[in-house]
């Protein structure tokens, strides 16, 4: 939407002295003629993020054992995701344990448990691993590597781009340019020449009023040529040690947890308003 502003005069009549200012702030425009024009740009751009997360649980008589036991399968699995996601790849990891009471039946036949530390049957661990792989093209790699150590829950493939992208400036750009080519078409048809450039404000707009809107990003599907569930994968054979004993996790075992999921394009859009003077 453009629209022009042309300069208006008012006067306000006093009849005394409480009356001798202005009551309203004078907007900035009213002393001369302006143009507003609103700038869009949208584009579209690979994702530049992978992330999943993986939960290993193990259940044992107590809490150090059960934490040793999922704790263990953890660390394989770091050390796979490591492998396969690169120098790029960032994990935090996260534990915690709970206690599985004694179970008994009521007055009615309900069954119900009784909280108290000598009611304590097992006790179940956990450990969480968060994964954001920086390398899109192996991010698949990464997460067969993780699900080939079985984990009990697992976590959606999300693809996202990163706030530090140069695509975001780029698209602020573009909207920038966008609002002066719109201005300047204004400033043609009214028969003055373009001024400077009096207010550049991130949004929607209108530039006189509240903004309506910012920047932002939405997933969008393509029909993009899945990551081979084979190509990537290397034929080393991935050991973590145990105490005495070593956990193997093979590159056949990884292979066989290489799922395809298409990489998405993410649509980057942004808004701005512009006021420039003209004649």
Not at 127 to 147: F, H, K, P, Q, S
Not at 191 to 204: C, D, H, K, N, T
């Amino acid at each position: 939407m453009i629209r022009a502003l042309f300069s208006i005069a008012a006067c306000v009549c006093a009849a005394g002295p409480a009356f001798g200012q202005d009551i309203y702030e004078r907007p900035y425009w009213v002393d001369r003629s302006v143009v507003e024009a609103q700038g869009r740009s949208q584009v579209m751009v690979p994702a530049d993020e992978a992330s999943f997360s993986v939960t290993f649980t193990a259940v044992a008589s107590d809490a150090r054992a059960a934490l040793f036991s999922a704790s263990d399968r953890g660390r394989l699995a770091v050390a796979a995701i490591r492998a396969r996601g690169g120098d790029t790849t960032r994990i935090t990891s996260e534990a915690a344990v709970t206690a599985i009471y004694r179970e008994y039946r009521n007055g009615e036949g309900e069954r119900v448990s009784s909280e108290r530390n000598d009611q304590i049957d097992n006790y179940s661990a956990a450990v969480t691993l968060e994964v954001r792989v920086g390398d899109v093209g192996r991010a698949l790699d990464a997460r067969a590597a993780a699900l080939a150590v079985g984990p009990e829950q697992i976590g959606d493939l999300q693809f996202r781009l990163t706030q530090s992208s140069p695509a975001r400036l780029q698209t602020y750009r573009a909207a920038v340019q966008n609002a002066a080519a719109r201005a300047r078409i204004a400033a043609d048809a009214s028969g003055s020449p373009l001024g400077r450039l009096l207010v550049l404000q991130e949004g929607q707009g209108p530039c006189i009023g509240r903004p309506l809107g910012v920047t932002g990003t939405r997933v969008v599907r393509q029909d993009f040529e899945a990551i081979s569930p084979i190509a990537t994968v290397r034929a080393e054979q991935i050991e973590v040690a145990v105490g005495s004993r070593t956990l193997r996790l093979s590159a056949e075992d990884i292979a066989r947890m290489q799922l395809p999921s298409d990489a998405p394009m993410i649509e980057l859009s942004a808004s701005v308003c512009a006021i420039y003077a003209i004649g």
